[in-house]
């Protein structure tokens, strides 16, 4: 038995925010945005909503494509750092119940941008336990309500949406599914990604300062990072398949910043092509944004059953990971 990605959805809220946008507020160029981060846009998650809700949609996208209905899901895991409520309940049992999936246990990982990666390997190993069937896998931010607006260094990168997959036990002997998974955290550099204030540290309280329960970045530091933790990501999982890169039919990376993709695609002689990139029209939405790119992939039949594809995360924790996944 494998654990396969059975069916893969999406939703991207209607509201753009374009870099123009962005120049009306803060001190900052169409042109420094595109040639520092390859981002043209962001989507906007719409007033009344929150991450639970487009979470739904995108998992009942994935539902339909997977043809499993809402009373088959044994588990909902969720991944965000932009959940409906600080700690609890989780967005995952907000979904359990919109969607009505009365027989699933439900709960939130926190793995920041890497969260789509680490929950498609707990879904994996939760199956080939076997005490589960079908597990609904989503990665969903409203990272535009902890943005801090007036910072230029990090209010240009962020946007939001959410992606889902359906992760299934498949009984055919066609070797399809996620086949490995690389987990890893780098906790020394906690403070270089981080919300400082509301949790058990910095409590909310008359005298926080509002800037601390905003999003906040080290940029230098976490691009160093994520450059090198890329090329560790891709050696290992080739390595214990003993494969080569011209096995890989697409490496699907967390879309944080076009330039780390370039600068991982030199330092290891992949050309550019081998990534799918995304990050013009959504920029960087944290752990929905592996999602966003298959599913995208999938809509432009950009993927055969039995290829094989790479998918790769890096950020807040600092957390590291990916999958090798033949589709
Ligand atoms: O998903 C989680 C993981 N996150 C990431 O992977 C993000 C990793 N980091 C990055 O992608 C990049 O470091 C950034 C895009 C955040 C920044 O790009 P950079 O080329 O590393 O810029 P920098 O931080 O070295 O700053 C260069 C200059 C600074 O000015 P000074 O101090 O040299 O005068 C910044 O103030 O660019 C300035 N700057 C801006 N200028 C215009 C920073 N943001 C902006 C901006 N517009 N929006």
């Known amino acids: 038995m494998t654990a396969e990605i059975r069916g893969i959805g999406a939703f991207i809220p209607e509201k753009v925010i374009t870099n123009e946008d962005l120049c009306k507020t803060v001190d900052t160029t ?16 719409a007033d009344e909503d929150a991450t639970s809700d487009m979470a739904t949609r995108a998992a009942r996208v994935a ?18 750092v932009t959940g409906d409520y600080p700690g609890f309940p989780s967005t ?15 709960f939130d990982i926190l793995a920041g941008c890497t969260g789509f990666i680490y929950g498609l390997s707990i879904a994996k190993n939760m199956i080939l336990g ?28 962020f946007g939001d949406g959410a992606g889902a997959a359906i992760v299934s ?23 270089y990604l981080m919300r400082k204030a509301g949790g058990s ?11 601390d329960n905003l999003l906040s970045m080290n940029g230098r530091r976490v691009y160093g990072f994520a450059v090198r933790v890329n090329t ?3 050696n290992s999982l080739l390595k214990k398949h ?16 076009e330039r780390i993709i370039q600068a991982v695609s030199e330092r290891m002689n992949i050309p550019m092509d081998k990534f799918y990139l995304n990050i013009r029209e959504y920029a960087n939405t944290s752990a929905a944004s592996v999602p966003l790119a298959l599913n995208e992939m999938v809509e432009k039949k950009l993927l055969n059953k039995g290829d094989l594809i790479m998918t790769l995360g890096f950020g807040a924790g600092l957390t590291y990971g990916g999958n090798l996944i033949r589709w």
């Not at 539902?63 to 965000?80: F, G, K, N, P, T």
């Open 30 to 45: 169409d042109e420094w945005i595109k040639s520092h981060t390859g981002i043209e846009k962001r989507h906007m998650i």
């Open 63 to 80: 539902m339909e494509r997977a043809q499993v209905d809402a009373e088959e899901l044994d588990m909902i895991i969720v991944s965000s």
């Open 92 to 106: 995952a049992c907000l979904v359990q119940k919109n969607l009505g999936a009365e027989q699933a246990g439900a």
């Open 130 to 157: 076997g005490d589960f069937k079908h597990i609904l896998v989503i990665g969903a931010e409203s990272l535009t309500r902890i943005t801090n607006w007036d910072d230029r260094n990090t209010c240009v990168l």
């Open 169 to 191: 036990a498949n009984n055919h002997v066609d070797g399809r599914g996620i086949l490995q998974s690389v987990l890893k955290a780098e906790g020394a550099g906690a403070e």
């Open 201 to 211: 540290r910095h409590p909310l309280n008359a005298e926080t300062n509002i800037a």
């Open 232 to 234: 560790i990501l891709i």
């Open 242 to 257: 003993n494969l080569r890169i011209g096995d890989i039919k697409y490496i699907v990376p967390h879309q944080a910043n």
